[in-house]
């Protein structure tokens, strides 16, 4: 009988051909952290699937931020007028 621990099935990824100054890189700083090699590796892979959401949240900021108009003189023309007031 086949225990219900192998019902959920997480996905693999095998990567070939990987320079041997990468794999180095990457033992490392599994090493620094004291982590194994694979909760290294799924933290990286992990943090670099969510940049595509960092960046679409960026953009998204970006544009709401276009929209907004700015009110009166601007920053240096303040300094300016407070410097020659003294």
């Known amino acids: 009988m086949i225990a219900s621990c ?9 990567i070939r051909d990987l320079d041997d100054t990468v794999v180095a890189r990457l033992k490392s700083g599994a090493a ?9 590796l ?8 969510q940049r ?5 949240q960026l ?4 544009s ?4 907004l108009s700015v009110q ?6 303040l300094i300016r007028q407070d410097r020659d007031s003294r």
Not at 6 to 14: E, G, I, T
Not at 59 to 62: L, V
């Open 32 to 40: 620094r952290r004291g982590l194994s090699m694979q909760a290294h």
């Open 6 to 14: 192998y019902q959920w099935r997480m996905a693999q990824v095998l």
């Open 52 to 56: 595509g959401d960092d960046a679409a």
């Open 59 to 62: 953009e998204q900021m970006r």
């Open 72 to 77: 009166g003189p601007a920053s240096a023309e």
């Open 64 to 67: 709401l931020r276009a929209g």
């Open 42 to 49: 799924k933290d990286v892979l992990t943090a670099a699937s």
